[in-house]
């Protein structure tokens, strides 16, 4: 049992979904957690104030395409598992520069398997038998659903966008490194995520945000794009277990159950808030809706058959998309300060990949 062997090198742990695992690992365990994350625009500390002060947490300020920084992590710090969630992950960033998303999420992952290759190789005995590299992408990998049928742990890998290509690309490196080398990995490909502490370029936090401020509400063409919904919290439950009990050598789907097109995920976020009365003017929040046009390489649907990690690992996600919403929108309407203090305004408040529009 990983959590029992003490030590988790966790990369990208000041992220949207990090943050949470190392929450998660700190309060709930025993673990050590080392946090490998560079800091970059997505990169919060404030999201670890809870834990930072903790004496099984260490952070470690480290570009995972450092070469000479990732082996020290392991020679120092000598890790029983690692988690690896650091990648460049929004959509409208890689149209704009697709290189980072390349040097991020394929050189990076590529480095980081080499390095844990070679300290795998050197343990001896319950160390190197226990040991473990979780790598965790994107349903996106796999391109886009008509209107029916779902991705599962066999679909074929279609991506469209140069994150989904990245991504795509890593997930490769790591099965590869596991069929060649023997490398102890599992794999994990999860649905869009949202909740807490989630950067505000995406959908949903820049949605409630814009909201709050009378600004209007951008959907890419009629908004009828589908995206299952997956609570942060239920994801890194899931996340833990894979690489706690998951099988080696396999990959694992996670999903929220939660199919909602574009449009009704903003219409819900307008009925919460016209319920619940949190307003800074007079303006009825679903006249803020705008239509704008659709980006290059959009997918229509995206959905999970989680029936294998339910099967296999007892795992189903236990938020409903209604409960979940309403605890994020309480959150960023109790937080827009900590929104502001992640980075430039402007940043955050449009989205990217065309001109004056965001995700």
Same mark, same amino acid.
């Given at each position: 049992?990983?959590?029992?062997?003490?030590?988790?090198?966790?990369?990208?742990?000041?992220?949207?979904?990090?943050?949470?695992?190392?929450?998660?690992?700190?309060?709930?365990?025993?673990?050590?957690?080392?946090?490998?994350?560079?800091?970059?625009?997505?990169?919060?500390?404030?999201?670890?104030?809870?834990?930072?002060?903790?004496?099984?947490?260490?952070?470690?300020?480290?570009?995972?395409?450092?070469?000479?920084?990732?082996?020290?992590?392991?020679?120092?710090?000598?890790?029983?598992?690692?988690?690896?969630?650091?990648?460049?992950?929004?959509?409208?960033?890689?149209?704009?520069?697709?290189?980072?998303?390349?040097?991020?999420?394929?050189?990076?992952?590529?480095?980081?398997?080499?390095?844990?290759?070679?300290?795998?190789?050197?343990?001896?005995?319950?160390?190197?038998?226990?040991?473990?590299?979780?790598?965790?992408?994107?349903?996106?990998?796999?391109?886009?659903?008509?209107?029916?049928?779902?991705?599962?742990?066999?679909?074929?890998?279609?991506?469209?966008?140069?994150?989904?290509?990245?991504?795509?690309?890593?997930?490769?490196?790591? %099965?590869?490194?596991?069929?060649?080398?023997?490398?102890?990995?599992?794999?994990?490909?999860?649905?869009?995520?949202?909740?807490?502490?989630?950067?505000?370029?995406?959908?949903?936090?820049?949605?409630?945000?814009?909201?709050?401020?009378?600004?209007?509400?951008?959907?890419?063409?009629?908004?009828?794009?589908?995206?299952?919904?997956?609570?942060?919290?239920?994801?890194?439950?899931?996340? %833990?277990?894979?690489?706690?009990?998951?099988?080696?050598?396999?990959?694992?789907?996670?999903?929220?159950?939660?199919?909602?097109?574009?449009?009704?995920?903003?219409?819900?976020?307008?009925?919460?808030?016209?319920?619940?009365?949190?307003?800074?003017?007079?303006?009825?929040?679903?006249?803020?809706?705008?239509?704008?046009?659709?980006?290059?390489?959009?997918?229509?649907?995206?959905?999970?058959?989680?029936?294998?990690?339910?099967?296999?690992?007892?795992?189903?996600?236990?938020?409903?998309?209604?409960?979940?919403?309403?605890?994020?929108?309480?959150?960023?309407?109790?937080?827009?300060?900590?929104?502001?203090?992640?980075?430039?305004?402007?940043?955050?408040?449009?989205?990217?990949?065309?001109?004056?529009?965001?995700?």
């Amino acid at each position: 049992m990983i959590e029992e062997s003490k030590k988790i090198l966790v990369t990208g742990g000041a992220g949207f979904i990090g943050s949470e695992i190392v929450r998660q690992y700190i309060t709930n365990t025993d673990v050590i957690v080392i946090n490998v994350d560079s800091l970059t625009y997505a990169g919060n500390q404030e999201s670890l104030r809870s834990v930072t002060d903790n004496k099984r947490y260490i952070f470690e300020k480290v570009n995972i395409c450092d070469k000479d920084a990732v082996s020290r992590l392991f020679s120092q710090h000598k890790p029983n598992a690692v988690m690896h969630l650091a990648a460049e992950t929004h959509v409208d960033r890689s149209i704009d520069a697709p290189s980072k998303f390349i040097k991020t999420n394929v050189e990076g992952t590529l480095l980081l398997l080499e390095t844990a290759r070679k300290y795998w190789h050197e343990l001896d005995g319950d160390r190197k038998a226990n040991f473990r590299f979780h790598h965790v992408s994107t349903d996106e990998v796999y391109g886009s659903l008509g209107k029916h049928g779902f991705f599962d742990e066999n679909s074929a890998y279609d991506p469209s966008s140069p994150y989904s290509a990245s991504k795509a690309a890593s997930d490769h490196l790591v %099965r590869s490194w596991y069929r060649t080398y023997g490398l102890p990995v599992v794999i994990s490909n999860c649905s869009n995520n949202y909740g807490p502490y989630q950067f505000p370029e995406k959908l949903i936090p820049l949605m409630i945000l814009r909201a709050l401020e009378g600004k209007s509400l951008p959907i890419y063409g009629t908004g009828d794009n589908v995206r299952d919904w997956l609570y942060v919290v239920d994801h890194a439950n899931a996340l %833990r277990l894979v690489l706690n009990e998951g099988i080696i050598g396999e990959t694992y789907n996670i999903g929220g159950n939660n199919e909602v097109s574009n449009l009704k995920v903003v219409e819900a976020i307008c009925a919460v808030l016209e319920e619940s009365n949190i307003r800074s003017h007079d303006k009825p929040y679903k006249s803020l809706i705008t239509f704008v046009d659709d980006r290059p390489g959009h997918d229509m649907r995206y959905a999970i058959d989680s029936s294998k990690i339910n099967k296999e690992l007892g795992w189903s996600p236990s938020v409903s998309f209604e409960a979940g919403l309403k605890t994020t929108i309480q959150w960023y309407s109790d937080n827009q300060e900590w929104c502001h203090r992640t980075g430039d305004k402007s940043s955050i408040q449009e989205r990217l990949g065309l001109p004056g529009v965001g995700k």
